[in-house]
C-alpha cells in the first residue's frame, strides 16, 4: 500500500495493526520521515473542531485527492522506500477539509442551502444568485433563501438593494413587519422592532402590510405609523447616507443633524434644552468619515459641548 493511503488511514483512525506496523516502519527510515508525520498529524488536529463535518465516504474522498498526489511521487520497486515529499499529503488534507467546510455557506448557487448574514459594526455587499446585489447595513441579519421557484429573503434590520429583473420571479423581502414584492428594482428597507420604512430609488415596488398593499414609485416611501401604512415623497438627502457613505447639510438643524448622525452610525443622540432650541444653521459635507472624526470637527467649528454615557450621547449646547 502507498504511504500515502497509510497516512491518510492513521490520521482518520482506521489503520489495522499490519498497516499500523509498516507505517512506524517507515517513520523510523529517517529523521524527514519523523517530521513528516508529526507535521501532517498537526495540521489534522489543527481542525479539529471541523472533523464533524466529513461524516461523509472520506476514504472516497482521500482516493480521489491521493490519484492527484502519486502523480507527483516516483515510482519504486520497494513500497516503503519511495522519495516522499509530505506536503503533498498536507496541503491535500488541508484542502478536502477547507472545502467540506467552506464550500456550502459560501459559494451561492441555485441548489444551496439558506445562506445567514449578520452585521454589526460594518456593513457588508452580497450577492444573490440571480444576480441581484444586497448592501446590509450595520447591526442586521439578513437569511437568503433557496433561489429556485422563487427569490426571497427575510430582512432583521436596514438593506439597500439591486434586484436584477425577472418577471416570472418576484424579489420579496419578508420582514416581521411587512413584506416588499419587487420584479426588478432598487429600493431600501429598514424593519427593526415596530420601525418599518420602505423607500424607492428606481423602479417600483408593492409593500404590504396585514391586509393593506401599497405602490412605491421611485421617489416614493412609506413608514408604519401607529399600526398604518403612510406613503409620502422622500425630501431627505441624507435617508441613505449609510450606503452612500456621504452626509450632506444645508442650513440643517442641530435636531435634523442629530436625526441624521443617528441613523447613519447607529448611535443615540440626546439633546437637552439648550441645544434643542437652537438656531444654529449648519452647513457641511461628510465623505465616509468615522463619527469620532465628526465629533472633532463640530468641536472645533461650532464649538460643541457633548458628554457621553454609555453608549449614549450628550449634545449639551453650540454655537454659530
Request: proline share 2%; aromatic share 10%; net charge negative.
Amino acid at each position: 500500500m502507498e504511504i500515502n493511503h497509510l497516512i491518510a488511514k492513521y490520521l482518520m483512525g482506521k489503520s489495522s495493526q499490519k498497516e499500523m506496523e509498516e507505517l512506524l516502519s517507515w517513520e523510523k527510515e529517517a529523521k524527514d520521515n519523523l517530521h513528516a508525520i508529526q507535521e501532517i498529524k498537526n495540521s489534522w488536529d489543527a481542525m479539529d473542531e471541523i472533523k464533524e463535518y466529513q461524516e461523509f465516504e472520506t476514504e472516497m474522498a482521500w482516493d480521489d485527492i491521493s490519484q492527484k498526489i502519486d502523480q507527483e511521487i516516483e515510482p519504486s520497486a520497494k513500497i516503503m522506500r519511495p522519495k516522499f515529499n509530505w506536503s503533498y499529503v498536507v496541503a491535500a488534507c488541508m484542502i478536502f477539509l477547507v472545502g467540506v467546510f467552506v464550500v456550502p455557506q459560501f459559494i451561492g448557487s441555485d441548489t444551496d442551502v439558506n445562506k445567514h448574514f449578520t452585521t454589526i459594526e460594518n456593513d457588508l455587499q452580497l450577492n444573490t444568485p440571480d444576480g441581484s446585489w444586497i448592501n446590509l447595513g450595520i447591526n442586521s441579519e439578513l437569511l437568503v433563501g433557496e433561489f429556485n421557484d422563487s427569490r426571497n429573503v427575510d430582512l432583521t434590520g436596514q438593506a439597500f438593494f439591486k434586484v436584477e429583473s425577472n418577471p416570472q420571479k418576484p424579489f420579496v423581502v419578508n420582514t416581521h413587519n411587512g413584506s416588499v414584492e419587487v420584479l426588478g428594482t432598487q429600493f431600501s428597507v429598514i424593519s427593526k422592532n415596530n420601525q418599518f420604512e420602505v423607500f424607492v430609488t428606481e423602479g417600483s415596488v408593492a409593500v404590504s402590510f396585514n391586509d393593506r398593499k401599497i405602490v412605491l414609485d421611485a421617489g416614493d416611501a412609506c413608514e408604519l405609523v401607529d399600526g398604518v401604512l403612510a406613503k409620502y415623497k422622500m425630501h431627505d438627502v441624507n435617508y441613505l447616507s449609510w450606503h452612500d457613505k456621504k452626509l450632506v447639510f444645508e442650513n440643517a438643524s442641530l435636531k435634523d443633524v442629530k436625526s441624521a448622525l443617528e441613523r447613519h452610525y447607529g448611535v443615540t443622540i440626546k439633546l437637552n434644552s439648550r441645544a434643542l432650541t437652537n438656531q444654529c444653521k449648519i452647513n457641511t459635507v461628510y465623505n465616509n468619515q468615522k463619527f469620532s472624526d465628526i465629533l472633532t470637527e463640530l468641536e472645533k467649528v461650532f464649538n460643541l459641548k457633548y458628554s457621553k454615557d454609555g453608549s449614549i450621547y450628550k449634545f449639551d449646547s453650540i454655537k454659530c
